[in-house]
Nanobody, 125 residues
């Protein structure tokens, strides 16, 4: 059973940066598309980005394009989300998720099979 654990969240000032990690255990991530999501209080979950199994293809939501970068290190069984130029509206619980797919189309998958428990990101002065 694939298990995902997010880390790297915390409190940061507006304009700051954080790097989130999504570490997998129980199985290799090499055959999974991985996505990042967030959910703010009172709001629906928002898909942010996804990355193909090889790391060669990525997609981003317009809300984070140009500010966030997704990457992966399959040797470390980990996917990352580098978040720069953070804004107060980026405050949310951030989740990673995985689905057994090798390739990525023009959009991120609609459904994921495995989810982490989330890490809180707070952007505030």
């Amino acid at each position: 059973q694939l298990q995902l654990v997010e880390s790297g969240g915390g409190k940061v000032q507006p304009g700051g940066s954080l790097r989130l990690s999504c570490a997998a255990s129980g199985y290799t991530l090499n055959y999974y598309v991985v996505g990042w999501f967030r959910q703010a209080p009172g709001k629906e979950r928002e898909g942010l980005s996804c990355i193909s199994s090889s790391g060669t293809s990525t997609n981003y939501a317009d809300s984070v394009k140009g500010r966030f970068t997704i990457s992966r290190d399959n040797a470390k069984n980990t996917v990352y989300l580098q978040m720069n130029s953070l804004k107060a509206e980026d405050t949310a619980v951030y989740y990673c998720a995985a689905v057994p797919l090798l390739f990525l189309g023009s959009n991120c998958p609609n459904e994921y099979d495995y989810w982490g428990q989330g890490t809180q990101v707070t952007v505030s002065s």
